[in-house]
């Protein structure tokens, strides 16, 4: 199994990025994949989850804000990042597993993980 995260990158302030979910070697459609973050000295953070039937999930801190969305066919996920603020500052990570609802928000749901992208924004 593999997951391939990217489209990371530094913006300014107020900027939006797209960032990417490549997997393969699983039954996509039967796993949740997730975005997570980890700052410098911070502890890793949920940001979003989706189902297979396209049901999301978001932390409060990325609330309208962010979107995920999935293509089956093409089995990527997609996290479109509007509004982006210096504290959205972070390695992201994708993630793939088949959590129950209360760890959809959790890296204890995810059992296969990417290698991360690192998205940078200036204030």
């Known amino acids: 199994v593999q997951l391939q995260a990217s489209g990371g990158g530094l913006v300014q302030a107020g900027d939006s990025l797209r960032l990417s979910c490549a997997t393969s070697?699983?039954?996509?459609?039967?796993?949740?994949v997730g975005w997570f973050r980890q700052a410098p000295g911070k502890e890793r953070e949920a940001v979003a989850a989706?189902?297979?039937?396209?049901?999301?999930y978001y932390s409060e801190s990325v609330k309208g804000r962010f979107t995920i969305s999935r293509d089956n066919a093409k089995k990527t996920v997609d996290l479109q990042m509007n509004s982006l603020k210096p504290e959205d500052t972070a390695v992201y990570f994708c993630?793939?597993?088949?959590?129950?609802?209360?760890?959809?928000?959790?890296?204890?749901?995810?059992?296969?993980w990417g290698q991360g992208t690192q998205v940078t924004v200036s204030s």
């Open positions: 070697g699983l039954s996509f459609r039967d796993y949740a």
């Open positions: 989706i189902r297979w039937y396209s049901v999301t």
């Open positions: 993630a793939a597993g088949r959590p129950i609802s209360r760890l959809l928000l959790s890296s204890r749901g995810y059992n296969y």
